[in-house]
């Protein structure tokens, strides 16, 4: 590694054409050709089979297994057709990553013959190694076995690559004793807690036809492209995600010239690639574009059910990747790869609603008249206010750290965000008076020749991590290298919660006489007296809010995934969980275990090769520098010229900072005499990272000062702006 791979690689980047782009097909011949719908189930299974896989799917029904060979030979028959010859039974374990078990439709007959079989048994169930994932204690090594189980809620695809054609079927996946090791199944079972609690309070309200009630998702995926020939350069990018080094360049983001701006055509050559084969696999990606730092981008998906969202969400990151690698870029999902400019994170917009009710939160034009509106958002704001240190937990990661409370992302702080137009109805709720509410406006441009369109009656928050925008909640906390699954799960848990609780009151008030309509003004009432103190309009970023939340409103600050991880282990955190029906204890526990364990091996592989990169590339890259400065000051001195020595001396002065740093945090690292687990984990927030910033402070202030034909990593101006 050397300057002159730098500058070999800077040659072959600006040299490299853009993949040619594809005429595109029209999106109708495009749409889930490459997926197992419930069109193609209908024309290949009997209509027997096809009713009952219907009435599963569309409405909750107990899946009857005894159908399953059926479905299994249609699947197959579909699968090989397009040129598959394996499946593979795809899960989620607690890595936020894919997992796939790959098996062949290979059956070896009798007389050396082989035929192509899929059987009903083997869709349903499968047998990876429990024991291999992390798993928290769940199960031993020599306790391996573990199960996937067909989620038929979720549709089967193919997956076409350089490789070959893979039937992929999505799967939840189970402990031989039967607990979750993954997280699609505390999904499934939070939605299903969501639906029952949502049905109370609908019928309370006089319905009497309620369909499932579902929570849909749609997440925005921001992300980073850096070019291979970089990246591949650059030892911190590889193993970890982001850079541990590197001097931020001296244009960054501050003309505000990139976010949306024209995306380069090496750039949208790949984007036009990922959507296509997102739309292939019946992925419907809605937006792309330039985000705030150079060589970051956004693409985002429609709404769609929560359980099929988590899982395109899983899809689009792993299409990110590898088709990136097809354009030659190394696409970057951690949260803050690169030092001074945005990090990218994965704003998760969630609303609830069924098919007889709609969508639950929307508030119509009149939303103080709205009751059925006022209950289910009045619902999310108890929630958030009692757990909102649990919807801190779920977004805790040593990746996310680096993006929460900074300027460009929502504090940790969890509060919600209304709008002024429904804070003046929850405000006139708590009053004990619904007076009205602000009508949305025109917005008049003053130009015969431009439109008149209608103004929103609230503007957007963007410092607030759990905002109201329109008919739905966006929590912006959640990381860009995240699974949806975690988020999701708290947020339909501490919905299902609160809206137990407001059908309890309803239902304890209306049998104390009250009729509808009082009943649940009161509930709305109680809700506001108790738990206003969680919504907030103003500033997430400054000073004063952050005192204000703390010292006045008793919020939780949780900084780091230090602070917010153990609030898994609360008491009333396992309460909820085990009453709502999604975590056992032990489920709860094992969480805690395997995402403490993940914290820790995070700072730890940083730590390691903080310490490599510093001994082996850059204290002899400025060695070298201060050779040849020091030659240079020493002949000119020999011929009477005397040369000024602060620089010498300068990075000499660093060279010796930076390698005491190293020396400092390399005693810190051999640390292994912990009390608990949190302590290990305070510990690395508190001390392996901060001696860590300071290493990377003196390398930093080194690449300012040492000649740039000596520096042998790729830098930042090269990263962001070599496209």
């Known amino acids: 590694m050397s300057y002159g791979t730098r500058v070999q690689a800077i040659s072959q980047v600006t040299d490299r054409k853009p993949l040619p782009s594809k005429i595109p097909q029209r999106l109708e011949a495009l749409w889930a050709t490459d997926v197992f719908t419930l069109s193609k189930m209908q024309a290949s299974l009997p209509k027997d089979v096809f009713k009952s896989v219907k009435n599963t799917i569309l409405t909750g029904g107990k899946l009857d297994v005894s159908i399953a060979g059926a479905v299994a030979a249609a699947m197959k028959d579909w699968a090989t ?154 030892p911190d990018l590889l193993l970890t ?111 609830v609603g069924n098919a007889t009710q709609g969508n639950l939160l929307d508030p119509g034009d009149t939303p103080h008249a709205n009751m059925q509106f006022l209950l289910f958002c009045g619902a999310v704001i108890r929630g958030v206010h009692k757990y909102g240190p649990l919807l801190r937990a779920v977004v805790a990661t040593a990746s996310n750290d680096h993006r929460l409370g900074a300027n460009e992302a929502p504090p940790a702080i969890i509060s919600v965000y209304l709008g002024s137009q429904l804070e003046k109805v929850f405000d006139q709720i708590s009053q004990g008076q619904i007076e009205g509410s602000d009508a949305p406006g025109l917005m008049d441009l003053g130009v015969d020749t431009l439109p008149v369109f209608p103004k929103d009656p609230g503007d957007r928050n963007r410092t607030s991590p759990f905002a109201f925008t329109g008919n739905r909640f966006e929590f912006r906390a959640v990381g860009s290298n995240q699974s949806v699954s975690g988020p999701l799960v708290a947020m339909n848990t501490i919905l299902a919660d609160s809206l137990t609780w407001v059908a309890d009151n309803l239902e304890s008030r209306m049998k104390a006489g009250e009729d509808l309509k009082t009943a649940a003004q009161g509930v709305l009432k109680e809700i506001m007296d108790k738990h206003r103190n969680v919504i907030f309009g103003g500033n997430g970023y400054s000073p004063e809010w952050h005192k ?47 995402y403490a364990e993940q914290y820790l091996l995070a700072i730890e592989v940083e730590a390691k090769l903080v310490v490599s990169m510093a001994k082996t590339i850059i204290y002899p890259a400025a060695v070298r520098y201060l050779s040849e ?25 660093l060279i010796k900072l930076l390698m005491d740093g190293v020396s400092k945090l390399s005693a810190a690292m051999a640390k292994d005499d912990f009390d608990s687990i949190e302590e290990h984990m305070q510990y690395s927030a508190q001390t392996i990272r901060l001696l860590m910033d ?12 040492v000649a740039d034909n000596f520096w042998p990593l790729p830098t930042y101006q090269e990263m962001l702006f070599v496209k």
Request: proline content about 4%; some cysteine.
């Open 548 to 594: 204000m939340a703390v010292e006045e409103r008793g919020l939780a600050n949780l900084r780091t995934t230090a602070d917010a991880l153990p609030v898994l282990k609360a008491d009333y955190i396992e309460e909820l969980f085990t009453r709502m029906g999604v975590f056992t204890p032990v489920e709860l526990e094992s969480r805690f275990d395997v």
């Open 81 to 234: 057709s397009k040129g598959a010859l394996y499946y593979a039974h795809v899960f989620y374990p607690m890595t936020n990553a894919t997992a796939e078990k790959h098996d062949g439709f290979i059956s070896v007959q009798s007389d050396g013959s082989v035929i192509t079989e899929f059987t009903g048994k083997v869709l349903v169930q499968g047998e990876p190694d429990g024991s291999s994932f992390p798993n928290g204690g769940l199960r031993s090594t020599f306790e391996a076995r573990g199960y996937t189980a067909w989620d038929v809620t979720s549709p089967a695809y193919v997956m076409e690559t350089d490789n070959g054609v893979t039937l992929c079927i999505p799967t939840v996946f189970l402990s031989w004793t039967g607990e979750a090791l993954d997280k699609k199944t505390p999904l499934l079972r939070s939605i299903s807690s969501m639906s029952k609690a949502a049905t109370r309070v609908l019928k309370l309200l006089g319905h009497t036809e309620v369909a499932p009630v579902n929570s849909s998702c749609g997440a925005e995926q921001e992300y980073f492209l850096v070019d291979a020939h970089f990246a591949h350069s650059r």
């Open 629 to 653: 400065l020091s030659l240079a000051i020493a002949n000119a001195a020999a011929i009477g010229i005397e040369m000024d020595k602060e620089r010498a001396q300068t990075v000499s002065n």
């Open 241 to 351: 995600g982001r850079t541990l080094f590197g001097k931020p360049a001296a244009k960054g983001q501050q003309f505000d010239d990139h976010y949306f701006g024209a995306i380069p055509e090496r750039v949208q050559v790949f984007m036009q690639e990922v959507e296509e084969r997102m739309y292939r696999l019946g992925i419907p990606a809605k937006t792309r574009h330039n985000e705030v730092a150079p060589g970051q981008f956004e693409i985002a998906p429609f709404f769609e059910a929560a359980n099929v969202a988590s899982d395109h969400q899983q899809l689009i990151m792993t299409l990110l990747k590898s088709t990136a690698k097809k354009h030659g870029f190394v696409c970057l999902l951690h949260e803050k790869p690169f030092a001074g400019i945005n990090c990218s994170g994965k704003h998760v917009n969630w609303s």
């Open 694 to 705: 300071k290493v990377r402070e003196y390398a930093d202030t080194l690449e300012g000062e």
